[in-house]
């Protein structure tokens, strides 16, 4: 099992920066699939970034490519989520996943962590 909390997010203006956090634990995540996942008020959960095994492939969605980052620190146990140029439109609860690499889906979920994004 592997259980994931992540931490870090806020209230920010419009244009700033916010960095979240995921710390693993119950097993390293060396061998995981990392995502990150937002759901904003009404609408359902939407992809945002995922970052493979090794930490040598990423992947984004549209909406926030080249504002934000994905990486991974396995000695830590840590994913994390580095998001720029902040709209309010990316005002949501993000979460984090992992997913084996066997699996077709991601099988772990953290909480969640609301950040808010002001005009």
């Known amino acids: 099992q592997v259980q994931l909390a992540e931490s870090g997010g806020g209230l920010v203006q419009a244009g700033g920066s916010v960095r979240l956090s995921c710390v693993a634990s119950?097993?390293?995540?060396?061998?995981?699939?990392l995502g990150w996942f937002r759901q904003a008020p009404g609408k359902e959960r939407e992809f945002v970034a995922q970052?493979?095994?090794?930490?040598?492939?990423?992947y984004y969605a549209d909406s926030v490519k080249g504002r934000f980052t994905i990486s991974r620190d396995d000695a830590k146990s840590t994913v994390y989520l580095q998001m720029n140029s902040l709209k309010p439109e990316d005002t949501a609860v993000y979460s984090c996943?992992?997913?084996?690499?066997?699996?077709?889906?991601?099988?772990?979920w953290g909480q969640g962590t609301q950040d808010t994004v002001s005009s």
């Open positions: 970052i493979s095994w090794s930490g040598g492939s990423t």
């Open positions: 119950g097993r390293t995540l060396s061998s995981y699939r």
């Open positions: 996943a992992a997913r084996g690499t066997l699996a077709t889906t991601y099988g772990y």
